[in-house]
C-alpha cells in the first residue's frame, strides 16, 4: 500500500475476547475456548499503528452492525480476527456480513470458512482432490454408532470446532457401548456431529503460508513433546495445548520427506483461494505418508504461536509478518 494511502485508511480490528464469550450463558472453556488472546489483539494493533494506520478495536460483530445502524463511521478496511462462538458457521458470519457492508477485510470469505471449519464437508473434498485425509465417519447421534470403526485406534471430535475443543482418544477395545456413550456426550456439549477418525501414529507438522495465487511465506514447524521427540502416539489436545508441555521446531519442508506436503499446500491455496493466510496440520505415518487433518483459515497471530514463528525463521519480524498479509489482502480487494 502506498504510504500517502495510509492516512486516510482506517482499519477496524473485528475479534471476540475472553470476556465477550465467557459472559454468553452456558458457556465453558472447554467448549468456548476459541476467543483471541489479548496479547494476539494488542500485537496485530501495534503493528499496523506502526505501519501507519489508525485502527480501531471494534471488537464482536454486533459492535460493527451498531456502528452502522448510528450511521457513524464504518472502517475503510476490517482485520477481521472473528470467529464467532458455536454455530458451525460461525467463521462465516463476520465475512458474510462485511460483504453486505461492502468493506474489504483479511482472510478467507465466508465459502471458504465454513469450508474448512465444517470437517465432514472438508474432508470429502480433500479426498476428491486427491489429497489423503485419515479414514472417518460422521455420527450426528449416538444411534449412528453401529459398530465399532476397523482401526485399533480412533480420535473423536466436534465437526465444526478448532483449537483441539473436545479432541480426545479412543481405543477400540473400550467396546461399542462406550464408543456411543462418549458420543452422546460429546454431541451433547458440543451440539454438533461428531467426526471418529483413524488415529495416525506418527509425526505431527503445521505448514503456515501467507499468499493467494502463490506463497510469499511457506514454512513449517513440527510439535515434539518435552524431550524433543515427535509426538507418534501423543496427541495434541486441549489440555497439552493450555499445559505447553509440548514446543515447536522448524523444519525444512524442502527435505525429500515433507516435498509432498509443500504440493499438498499449493494445491489447497489454489483450491480455496483466497485465504491470505492459512495453516495446515498434518499427520505424518510412520511410513511417511502425510495425511491432512486441518485447514486454519483462521490461524492465530498470536506472536508465540506457528505462523508467526514461521514467519521469525524465514528472517521476517512480527510486523513484517503483519505488513506482508495486509498487502496480500489488500492487493486482492484491488483487482475486484
Known amino acids: ?18 470476556v465477550d464469550i465467557m459472559s454468553l450463558p452456558n458457556a465453558t472453556e472447554a467448549t468456548h475456548y476459541h476467543w483471541r488472546e489479548l496479547e ?8 499496523l499503528t506502526a505501519l501507519g494506520y489508525q485502527v480501531d478495536k471494534i471488537g464482536i460483530l454486533d459492535a460493527l452492525l451498531q456502528l452502522n445502524s448510528n450511521s457513524r463511521q464504518l472502517p475503510d478496511f476490517v482485520w477481521n480476527l472473528s470467529v464467532g462462538v458455536t454455530s458451525r458457521n460461525r467463521t462465516a458470519l463476520a465475512p458474510a456480513i462485511l460483504e453486505q457492508l461492502g468493506i474489504p477485510y483479511t482472510g478467507g470469505d465466508a465459502t ?15 479426498q476428491w482432490s486427491g489429497i489423503l485425509t485419515p479414514d472417518w465417519y460422521c455420527y450426528d447421534s449416538a444411534e449412528d454408532v453401529k459398530s465399532l470403526p476397523p482401526w485399533s485406534s480412533a480420535i473423536l471430535k466436534p465437526s465444526c470446532e478448532g483449537y483441539s475443543l473436545g479432541l480426545q482418544r479412543f481405543d477400540i477395545q473400550e467396546g461399542l457401548t462406550k464408543l456411543q456413550q462418549t458420543v452422546a456426550k460429546m454431541r451433547k456439549l458440543f451440539a454438533a456431529p461428531i467426526i471418529c477418525e483413524e488415529f495416525i501414529v506418527g509425526r505431527e507438522i503445521t505448514v503456515g503460508v501467507v499468499g493467494n495465487s502463490f506463497p510469499l511465506l511457506l514454512g513449517g514447524v513440527e510439535t515434539v513433546n518435552a524431550q524433543g521427540e515427535s509426538l507418534q502416539t501423543e496427541i495434541l489436545d486441549l489440555p497439552a495445548k493450555r499445559q505447553g508441555k509440548y514446543q515447536k521446531v522448524g523444519v525444512d519442508l524442502f527435505s525429500p520427506d515433507l516435498e509432498r506436503l509443500k504440493q499438498i499446500v499449493w494445491q489447497l491455496m489454489q483450491l480455496l483461494k483466497p485465504l491470505d493466510y492459512a495453516t495446515f496440520d498434518f499427520r505424518i505415518s510412520t511410513d511417511g505418508q502425510p495425511y491432512l487433518l486441518d485447514i486454519n483459515a483462521d490461524a492465530t497471530l498470536h ?7 514461521i514467519a521469525y525463521a524465514a528472517g521476517l519480524s512480527y510486523q513484517q509478518l503483519i505488513e506482508m498479509i495486509l498487502n496480500v489482502s489488500w492487493e486482492r480487494w484491488q483487482k475486484k
Open 40 to 47: 494476539e489483539v494488542e500485537a496485530v494493533t501495534k503493528s
Open 112 to 126: 471458504v470458512k465454513s469450508l474448512t471449519l465444517n470437517k465432514d464437508f472438508l474432508k470429502p473434498l480433500l
Open 1 to 18: 500500500m502506498h504510504h500517502n494511502q495510509k492516512q486516510l485508511i482506517r482499519i477496524g480490528l473485528l475479534f471476540e475476547s475472553q
Open 303 to 309: 506472536p508465540q504461536r506457528s505462523l508467526a514463528q
